[in-house]
């Protein structure tokens, strides 16, 4: 049953993010916002089952993302998320179940930037509207 949700979050988060990236296009920053979270809330929910398959290991903190390889805009983040959560689908399917865990976790990386992107912006724009 864990195999079959994590599966069904994964596709789940794709879905979201691919229209994440469509609001991208638009330039329709909240909706881009929207669906980052809910690909966000997917990967969650996917983490939390494949951390309650692999109970023994620890080795997802040595899997963050190195600060050299973050993006420094949305689009090309959004990018290398989607690539590695296709990935990680992929590597799902084959049963390579730590090869998906690790880069769904590695998505999740790439979605906490954007996030924190996204909300330092709106603040900046909040401060130049209020002065």
Known sequence: MNQENIFKAITSAIAYLEDSMEALAKKDEKKVAHFAWRTASDLEYALFLFSLMHQDETESSSWKLN???KQVEIGPSLISAQDLL???KDDFEAGELHKAHKKTWMVRGHLLWVHDFLEKKRRKSE???SS
């Open 86 to 88: 296709k990935e990680a």
């Open 67 to 69: 600060p050299h390889t």
């Open 127 to 129: 401060k130049t509207v």
